[in-house]
């Protein structure tokens, strides 16, 4: 048996209501589809289908990995697109560059590695998804957004969690397996 699983560093709720509170000041549209936030995390590891039994190992691995990562202090600075075939697709609001954060992901990336999860090849874009563009949405407000220069939202990151995704019809559902105090 498997699960959809990834890991993800966890924002506080206040920034939550933060970004929620500059996205819709930003952007007002009536129709736009924004993420759930029970959904807004940090992706620093997704590892797809996973067997079930390995989950006490990557909890001990992350376990570990916690209690040597001090808490981390993080802004996010601006919004970005992601395009798939020159369309938009996912509207975000992306971290400044850190170098503490960059060494988390890495720690957890090798350590999935030696599970026979492949090591990721792309480069590290920290960003939380705000908007799932399914073609509504009007493009060059959202474009303009992410020329905005956005006043800095500042938290401290102080868990990481091992998160399981259920694919429904009406779209996905995260569940968190455990969650880690970074020390």
Known sequence: MTNRLFITLDIPDETI???IELRNHLYSAKDAKWEGKDK???TLKFLGDTKVDLIPRINSHLENISGTTKEIKLSF??????YRERVPKIFWIGLEQNIYLQSLHNKIDNACAEFGFQKEKRKFNPHLTILRIKGNEEFSILEKMT???IQPIIFTAKTISLMKSDLKPTGSVYYTI???ELS
């Not at 600075?77 to 992601?82: A, E, K, P, T």
């Open 17 to 19: 209501e933060e970004i």
């Open 40 to 42: 807004y995390h940090i």
């Open 77 to 82: 600075d601006r919004f970005g697109m992601f």
């Open 147 to 149: 020329q905005t220069k």
């Open 178 to 180: 455990k969650s880690f």
